[in-house]
Structures are given as C-alpha cells and as structure tokens.
C-alpha cells in the first residue's frame, strides 16, 4: 500500500509537471468551437476558459461574440483578441436584466490578463443612451475586478454602455491598465477600496455622465499619460477622489482636454481624504485648472495651463514651460503657420444649403481665427463676411451668392501669447447653390491598422461629382456627415500624418444612417525593411494557398542553396516578407506538385502579385492544412547550462526560424512556481528583445547560488506563418556541482515526465513479481 500511494503521488506530480511544461493557446471563434447561433456565446468562451490550466490563453477569433450574460474569468488566465478593430464582444438587449450584471466578471482570482478586443454595451448611439430610461444606473460593468490581484488589462475599448468600463473594489491590487480607449455612459475608471499599488498609464478616458476616473480609499495609485475629454454630456471631472486614505496618489503628464466642470476635483460629500500625492506636469487644455484637494497634502509643480475656459478659479501654478523642459504635449509655438485644408486655394465650389464648409490643419493652439472676405485683395472691416474665435478646426460659413472670397486663419501662440494668421491669405470662388434634405448621414472610426488605436486629427472628405465636405476626427477617431436624404453614390477619402492615404471608397447612400469605420496603415519608411505582401495567383486569378515562397537576396552565395527567406502562402494566397525599397530580389516559388517558378522583384509599393501557369497550380481548398510544414520542422528552441564555478553557471538559450519570418523576439529568465504560474526572476540577459531576428539567435544569462534549483527560459516571438510562438524550457542544477565543470543540459519538462513514468512503472512492476 505504501508503495501504491507514492505512485499515485508520483503520477499527481507528473501531471502537474506536464501541464506546467508550455502554456496553451485555446482558439475561440469560427471554424474551432464557435458557432454564431444567437446570443448566447459566453458559453463557448466561458467553456474555454473553464477548461485552461494556469498560463493559457483563450484567444477570440476576428468576429463579434454576442453574450446575454457575463463572462467569468479565471486565475492564471489571458483573455485576448486579435485587435479593437476585429475582435468585438457586443451586449444584445441592453435594456434586459444581462443590464444589471458585470460584461467580464473577475471575483477572487489572480494572475489575470484581458487584452485586444471592443467590448460594447450595445446601445448603438449615444442619443439612445440619453433617451433611455434610468440612464443614470451604474450598471453594465466592463471589467469588474473583486478581491484580485496581478491583473494587466490592455489595448481594450468600451463604447454605448451606460456603465463603467473597469471598476477595482475588495482589495483588488497591483493592476496594470494600458493602451485602453473608453467613451462610457457613466464612469471610465473606479477604484472604490481596492486595496494597494494601481498603475494607469497611456489610456484615452471619456465622461458621458460623471467622471473618468474616480478613487476612493485607495494607496498608491499612479495615473500619468493619459488623455481626459468629456464627450456630449456634461461630465464631472477627469479624476475625482471620494475620500479615505488615498496616500501615494501621483498624477503626472497627462492632458485634461475640453472638461466642462473640474479637472481633479474631490467630491466631499462622500467622506474626508488623507495622505500624500503629486500633481505635476501635466496640460490643462481648455479646462478649469486644478484647485487642490482637502484633507491631502499634494504637491503640484510645473502644470501648464493653456485654458481659454472662462472660470473664476485661481492657481498657483500656471506655467506654459516646466523645469525640466519637458512636457507630455507640445504646446503650439508659433514656428508652423496655419493653412487652409479645404476649399483648396483656388478652386471653385458650390454652396450647400447656404453653407461652405471651412477647415483648416491641427497645430495645437487653444483657440484659431477665421476671417472670411468678399474680396481678394483688400482684407479690412468693411470686407469682412465672417468672423469667429473656436477650438475647433472647421466652420460652416454662410455664404448666399456667386462670387470671389478669401480666407484668412488665425492660430493663437500660447507660448508668446500672440496670434499667428496665415499668408498669404487662401481663395476660392462659388459658382452656384445646392439645397440638401438634411435627414441621414454617415459615421465611423478611423483606427491604426496595426495597433487599433484611434488615428486623431486625420481628414476625412466625403463627396460627390457635385458636393464636397471634410471633416477632423476626433479623440476617438470619430468622424461624422450629415448628407442628403436621397440615394447616392458618394466616394470616401481619408488621409493623416505618417499615415498612407485611404484609397477613394464607394458610399451607397440609402437614405439612412450609414457606418464606414477606416483601417489607417502607417506610412512605411522606405529608408529600412518594411513587409511587403505578396500574392501567389494562377493565370485564372485564382489565389495559391500552400506554395513555397523563397526569397534570395543579391549578395547571397550561388553555392549556398538556402534561401535568405522563406514562407508559405496563407488561405489568402498570400506571403509576408520584410525586403528593403531598391534591391532587386530572386523569389523563387515552389507548388505541391514541385514544379518551380523564378521572378525578379525590385519592391518600391508594398504589395504584389506574381502568377504562375495555371495547368499546374490550382487553387487549394480552403480547409487543407498540409500544405504548410509543422512549426517544428521550421521552429526550434534550445537551453544549454555551463557551470562557472562552484555557486554560478551560465545559461544559454536560442532560437531559429529556417524562414527568417520572426519578429519581436524575447528572451525571459524564470521560475515556475507552484508548478504552474511563470515568475520572472528579473535577471537581463545578452539579448534579451531582438525586433527582427535573423539566422540563430542566442541569449545567456547569469544565476548564482543556483544548486539544486530548476530555471525555465520563456522563448516568445511572433512568426509570419505561425502566429505568436512561445517556448519554455526548463534548466535544473544538481544540488551539488561536480568538480569537472560538466554542462548540464536543459530539456522540456514532459520527457522528464516521461522518463520517470517508465522508470515508476518498472519499480511496480518488479515489486509485484516480489509479491
């Protein structure tokens, strides 16, 4: 019997060995466990996160998961999408009990992430939200986080929910909130007694109803880069405290934009406040000025004050430069005249409804000016049609008959406290009036392609062979045209700074509400490697999946076989390469029946497609996989350890992609503890983060009193043709070092599962013949 429990032991710790050995991805979506039946898909994601071990990921697909109830997290789980822009979590029936309940529930657990998704409330507009009843509820939680710790929540948007986006309470502590976007119905952020150590950094808070965030009775809270606006309704403060002890608070570099009512604001009728904090550096943009905070001890230095806001509130602290020079938003200056963006100088336009609509580049300035006159040569009162002060980068000016007029804008240094107009001034000529029912419109977001983060201050014209509009987004990546009522056909442009052009986009017009939201791909520079896509196609147009791409480069040895790149085409057709701008390239392609095809391409747009004969390539089935190696073929991972002396030992770790299609590569130094959640052990290494690994990659790292101890090394990077790859390994030390300086070499945990399986079978079994 003794030697049957030490078995079962044996087997117990095999398991838990095993499932500590490499984390898990689950997929979730089409094509996997996932099936669009109505509104009820929490389950399939709840399914998936009950079923993952501690340092899984339950990874949703690019679609939108309709729930009716909430989604229940786990410890030691990564709930993550494929971007803001792709994967969407939408509330049906909002205005149902699912209302009064939390979209992600988080109670009691640890070692947690939420990341790359939409979560939406499903109100569809903020008038419905507004015409709705009880629109002052604090229900619909986003995240809500109860009695957690070692939470990272990031790269997530919330929109049309009457609730919080993330709310911290029970002693919720240490939790990282990043790269978020929020535009709520109630509060964006809440930490109501959550305990210690909340960092909120690099986030874009809106208020609809009350205040982006709010703290109470909570220490060492740290909010710095963020950006705070108030959306259509009146908002109450970019932060507001609400009592307790909120020692440690740090507010620092972040912008308070457009905030109608206070800035930091503590509201007293929830309780007295206590402790220490710092307020510094940060732009109060057009909003009241901080004023202070009672019962805390707060040290507010070098905050700057760009405000036209009209408010009786005083500071002490209003400076445009701080003592470092330093500052999160760069103040306009002067250095850069304003220009007109459209009517471009010159042309000739029509009015529409009695309106042309004006508008001009971002630079920063608090407040810009707009003269417009009906002449183009004298710019005195007596010319003078139009004049206005804004924020804003656009107008609507009304303008009744044909003729000749010139715009002149003004932009306000905030730095010298003077204005600077543009010169010389932009013309344009109106020939003609349209007249437009003004009744439907069309909407969207313009987001990074890349990132899903909002693309600000982009241009957006809509238009057609007879009527033009431009627009700025906002914040949020907002933009909006109101059009005429009657169907149409109308073309979508849209362009920003570092970003390429949109292409012209068809809009059919209905006669309703229209949505078009904008993928912006950063402009590449063509000065270093950038990818390149290119598409495999038969002569029949038909797209390749599976053919072999090899990529050669000019300085490449003739003897040498290998290719400098190689990949495979996707279900799309299509490979990813990262090629520099002006080198020619040998792409040699290879399809499932051998037969090989050599181009030259000297890449100056980033993408293409090469054809290959039809009557040997043809289109692939969309479900065939075997097309495409096994990562292992093409992927590997390795540790090694070698002893220093009789304390210290190196170990060294490497990797290799035989198709040189990796990025992001890292290296992290760790321990498993418990047998199952990864600790790094802060150790750097040689090179530890490397963007675009080529060739074998090795990183080493130094432990000292390392007898008897086991290390895992954590292998991350992101391959072209895999997806996100992440190796453990495990390197154990005996608990004492032999005399000859032997390296020990590391191996995946399962084979030593494996090996002590068979050797406790063995055992068993010798004992039972005994018997």
Not at 75 to 90: D, E, F, R, W
């Given at each position: 019997m003794r030697f049957t429990t030490f078995f079962v032991s044996l087997l117990f710790f095999i398991r838990l060995s095993s499932a500590s050995c490499s984390a898990e991805i689950i997929d979730v979506g089409p094509g996997n466990s996932f099936s669009p039946t109505g509104s009820d898909d929490q389950k399939v994601i709840n399914a998936a996160i009950q079923s993952a071990n501690s340092g899984d990921?339950?990874?949703?697909?690019?679609?939108?998961?309709?729930?009716?109830?909430?989604?229940?997290?786990?410890?030691?789980?990564?709930?993550?999408?494929?971007?803001?822009?792709?994967?969407?979590?939408?509330?049906?029936?909002?205005?149902?009990?699912?209302?009064?309940?939390?979209?992600?529930?988080?109670?009691?657990?640890?070692?947690?992430?939420?990341?790359?998704?939409?979560?939406?409330?499903?109100?569809?507009?903020?008038?419905?939200?507004?015409?709705?009843?009880?629109?002052?509820?604090?229900?619909?939680?986003?995240?809500?986080?109860?009695?957690?710790?070692?939470?990272?929540?990031?790269?997530?948007?919330?929109?049309?929910?009457?609730?919080?986006?993330?709310?911290?309470?029970?002693?919720?502590?240490?939790?990282?909130?990043?790269?978020?976007?929020?535009?709520?119905?109630?509060?964006?952020?809440?930490?109501?007694?959550?305990?210690?150590?909340?960092?909120?950094?690099?986030?874009?808070?809106?208020?609809?109803?009350?205040?982006?965030?709010?703290?109470?009775?909570?220490?060492?809270?740290?909010?710095?880069?963020?950006?705070?606006?108030?959306?259509?309704?009146?908002?109450?403060?970019?932060?507001?405290?609400?009592?307790?002890?909120?020692?440690?608070?740090?507010?620092?570099?972040?912008?308070?934009?457009?905030?109608?009512?206070?800035?930091?604001?503590?509201?007293?009728?929830?309780?007295?406040?206590?402790?220490?904090?710092?307020?510094?550096?940060?732009?109060?943009?057009?909003?009241?000025?901080?004023?202070?905070?009672?019962?805390?001890?707060?040290?507010?230095t070098d905050n700057i004050v760009t405000s036209s806001y009209s408010c009786s509130r005083g500071t002490k602290d209003c400076g445009y430069v701080a003592e470092n020079g330093t500052r999160n938003l760069s103040v306009y200056n002067g250095s850069v005249e304003p220009s007109v963006t459209f009517p471009a100088d010159g042309s000739t336009i029509s009015t529409v409804n009695g309106y042309v609509s004006i508008s001009w580049a971002y630079l920063n300035a608090t407040r810009y000016s707009i003269n417009v006159y009906n002449s183009t040569s004298r710019f005195d009162p007596s010319h003078l049609i139009y004049s206005l002060k804004t924020s804003q980068t656009s107008a609507n000016v009304p303008i009744n008959h044909n003729g000749a007029f010139a715009i002149k804008i003004g932009a306000h240094d905030d730095v010298h406290n003077s204005w600077v107009y543009s010169s010389p001034v932009s013309l344009f000529t109106v020939n003609g009036k349209k007249s437009a029912t003004v009744s439907s419109g069309i909407f969207g977001y313009l987001t990074d392609a890349k990132t899903g983060q909002p693309v600000q201050n982009a241009v957006v014209t809509l238009s057609n062979n007879t009527w033009n509009c431009t627009q700025i987004t906002d914040i949020d990546g907002l933009y909006q045209f109101t059009v005429n009522s009657e169907k149409g056909k109308y073309c979508l442009t849209a362009s920003a700074i570092g970003y390429l052009n949109s292409p012209e986009l068809p809009v059919n017009m209905t006669g309703i509400n229209t949505e078009m939201n904008l993928k912006m791909v950063e402009a590449p520079d063509y000065c270093a490697p950038h990818y390149v896509q290119l598409y495999i196609s038969n002569n029949s147009n038909e797209r390749i999946y599976g053919c072999e791409v090899q990529i050669y480069t000019p300085n490449n040895d003739p003897a040498n076989e290998k290719p400098n790149f190689c990949a495979w085409t996707n279900k799309e057709g299509r490979a990813n390469f990262h090629l520099t701008q002006g080198v020619t390239y040998k792409i040699v392609t290879i399809t499932l029946d051998g037969q090989k095809y050599t181009h030259k391409l000297t890449p100056d747009l980033d993408q293409y497609t090469i054809k290959i004969p039809s009557s040997t390539a043809s289109a692939i089935p969309a479900n065939t996989t075997s097309a495409i190696p096994a990562m292992k073929t093409v992927i590997s991972a390795n540790c090694t350890s070698k002893q220093i002396n009789s304390t210290a030992a190196y170990i060294n770790a490497s990797y290799y992609d035989s198709s040189s299609q990796s990025s992001n590569l890292t290296f992290v130094l760790g321990t498993t503890s418990g047998g199952k959640t990864f600790v790094p052990c802060g150790i750097s290494g040689t090179n530890d983060n490397v963007s675009n690994p080529i060739g074998v990659v090795t990183d080493s790292f130094i432990v000292t009193n390392c007898s008897g101890k086991t290390y895992t090394v954590r292998i991350t990077a992101q391959s072209q043709t895999y997806g996100s790859v992440c190796e453990a390994v495990n390197v154990s030390f005996p608990s004492k070092f032999p005399n000859n300086n032997v390296p020990s070499v590391g191996f995946n945990m399962s084979y030593f599962c494996i090996l002590i399986l068979v050797i406790a079978g063995l055992i068993f079994s010798k004992t039972r013949k005994a018997h």
């Open positions: 990921t339950v990874q949703l697909a690019s679609t939108t998961f309709h729930i009716s109830s909430p989604i229940i997290m786990k410890s030691g789980v990564t709930l993550n999408g494929n971007g803001i822009g792709a994967t969407v979590i939408y509330c049906d029936n909002p205005e149902s009990n699912f209302a009064t309940q939390n979209i992600i529930n988080c109670e009691g657990i640890s070692d947690i992430e939420i990341s790359n998704f939409l979560i939406d409330g499903g109100w569809g507009s903020l008038s419905k939200m507004h015409a709705a009843k009880n629109k002052y509820r604090e229900y619909e939680k986003g995240v809500l986080l109860s009695g957690c710790s070692n939470v990272v929540i990031h790269d997530l948007k919330m929109q049309y929910s009457m609730g919080d986006f993330i709310v911290c309470k029970k002693n919720t502590s240490n939790v990282q909130v990043y790269n978020t976007v929020c535009k709520p119905g109630h509060d964006s952020f809440d930490a109501w007694s959550a305990g210690d150590g909340i960092l909120i950094f690099n986030n874009c808070w809106g208020t609809f109803i009350n205040s982006c965030i709010k703290i109470h009775n909570t220490k060492n809270v740290q909010i710095c880069k963020n950006t705070f606006y108030t959306d259509t309704g009146s908002g109450n403060a970019g932060v507001e405290v609400m009592g307790g002890n909120v020692t440690g608070l740090k507010i620092n570099n972040n912008i308070f934009s457009t905030l109608q009512l206070n800035t930091i604001y503590q509201d007293q009728a929830d309780g007295a406040c206590s402790g220490r904090g710092t307020i510094s550096n940060n732009i109060f943009y057009n909003s009241p000025e901080y004023n202070g905070i009672n019962g805390m001890n707060i040290k507010s």
